[in-house]
């Protein structure tokens, strides 16, 4: 991957060891397999070295079973991100829609889904804010090893990841993280209705302490 900019950190980070929640490696599992099929997820698995999760996916469960890790989340992020070319962030954002779309319907209780609805009178950016908040605690509640939070950046909310599942263990000369910017755009779309910018304005792959994503207060249409 040297060739694309992306190289794997000196130092290994303890977090990339550590064994993340089954549901949260299956849902991206399933989505990319839904973008780029089974035979092509497949032959990628075997190539980043992801060999044992071919026709192998982790349980739909909400636990950290040990069956895989946080570095194998990230090292299938990396590895659809570069092996298809100029196709790849397009793909990532589709990828990220879908694992949304699975998380959101298959964990709904995690996420507070059915509280969406509770803060329809609020203005809109409020609206958004609330979502937000309750994909973080969602996430917390998975994955308590995230530090996450929510920032005013003026026209934009920011959502701050000091750690980050999608580039952890990587370094990279731009940001990483294509697929988070889908799953914060499904999320403000299961919000809403509407589709709202989403740009990742900071990358720990790229020296940054946390990886920033804003979100903008306003739909784009």
């Known amino acids: 991957m040297a060739e694309t900019g992306i190289t794997r950190k000196a130092t290994p980070e303890p977090l990339a060891a550590a064994p993340i929640v089954d549901a949260y490696l299956r849902a991206a599992l399933l989505a990319a397999e839904e973008?780029?099929?089974?035979?092509?997820?497949?032959?990628?698995?075997?190539?980043?070295?992801?060999?044992?999760?071919?026709?192998?996916?982790?349980?739909?469960?909400?636990?950290?079973s040990g069956q895989v890790t946080f570095g194998d989340y990230?090292?299938?992020?990396?590895?659809?991100?570069?092996?298809?070319?100029?196709?790849?962030?397009?793909?990532?954002?589709?990828?990220?829609?879908?694992s949304a779309k699975y998380a959101l319907l298959r964990q709904s209780e995690v996420f507070k889904v059915a509280e969406l609805n509770t803060?329809?009178?609020?203005?809109?950016?409020?609206?958004?804010?609330?979502?937000?908040?309750?994909?973080?605690?969602?996430?917390?509640?998975?994955?308590?090893?995230?530090?996450?939070?929510?920032?005013?950046?003026?026209?934009?909310?920011?959502?701050?990841?000091?750690?980050?599942?999608?580039?952890?263990?990587?370094?990279?000369?731009e940001p990483l993280c294509w697929a988070f910017d889908g799953v914060l755009q499904e999320a403000a779309y299961v919000q809403s209705g509407k589709i709202f910018a989403v740009k990742e304005v900071a990358c720990r792959a790229q020296g940054d302490p946390a990886c920033v994503w804003e979100i903008s207060k306003q739909p784009s249409e």
């Open 74 to 98: 990230s090292t299938l992020c990396v590895g659809l991100l570069t092996s298809f070319g100029s196709a790849g962030k397009s793909m990532m954002l589709r990828i990220g829609r879908l």
């Open 119 to 173: 803060v329809k009178t609020l203005p809109r950016d409020q609206q958004l804010r609330f979502g937000l908040e309750i994909l973080q605690a969602g996430y917390r509640t998975l994955m308590p090893e995230l530090k996450l939070r929510i920032e005013d950046h003026g026209e934009a909310w920011a959502y701050v990841a000091e750690t980050c599942p999608m580039c952890i263990g990587y370094a990279a000369h």
């Open 35 to 64: 973008v780029v099929g089974a035979a092509g997820l497949a032959t990628l698995l075997r190539q980043i070295g992801l060999a044992q999760l071919v026709n192998n996916y982790p349980p739909d469960l909400p636990v950290a």
